[in-house]
């Protein structure tokens, strides 16, 4: 790795693609467990940003296990080297100047404060999509909770492994109590006033 040598000081800066784009880039990461309602809230906001002219991507769980990921499982080890992946990718985002809005269950504390190191925790906002067990059980958008009690699903987060509340989160959006739209509302809110550009 010695001879490798970094070109940062010949790329654009994120400073000059900032003002390009007109916006400042963050990374806003939505955490919850399964079904509580981190993707359809992440889908919407980014069509919300999008029509207001803001450039976004988005990274959702589903996704990257599908590419970037695939081969990961949910062991511990695994969980960690998603996280961290993620984590490197939005840092990419990130420096391009680009808002990245991220749906991943993200259970344990560990994990955010590895995404917070990567990252910086200066350009994450962090956001808890709270939502009891049983509500997304009930709920159930992807069949997941039918094949846990079937036996089919291991390492179902919620039930053998455990999702640990967050400490600090940025923004608590209670899915249980509160409509999509008031949801909506509380998160675009909450994110317009960290990515638009400072007068």
Known sequence: MADIYPIHEQMLTREEREAKLKQRAKV???FGLSGSGKSTLATALERG???DDFTTTLLDGDNLRTGLNKGLGFTDSDREENIRRVAEVS????NSGVICLNSFITPKES????AREIIGAENLLEIYVECSFETCQKRDVKGLYKKVEA???ANFTGKEQAFEPPVAP???INTENTSLGQSLESLYSFVLG???PKS
């Open 194 to 196: 960290h990515v638009r």
């Open 111 to 114: 994990l955010r404060a590895m």
């Open 28 to 30: 806003v990461w939505l």
């Open 151 to 153: 036996g089919q699903v």
């Open 170 to 172: 940025h923004l608590v």
């Open 49 to 51: 940003l999008f029509a």
């Open 91 to 94: 840092k990419l985002f990130l």
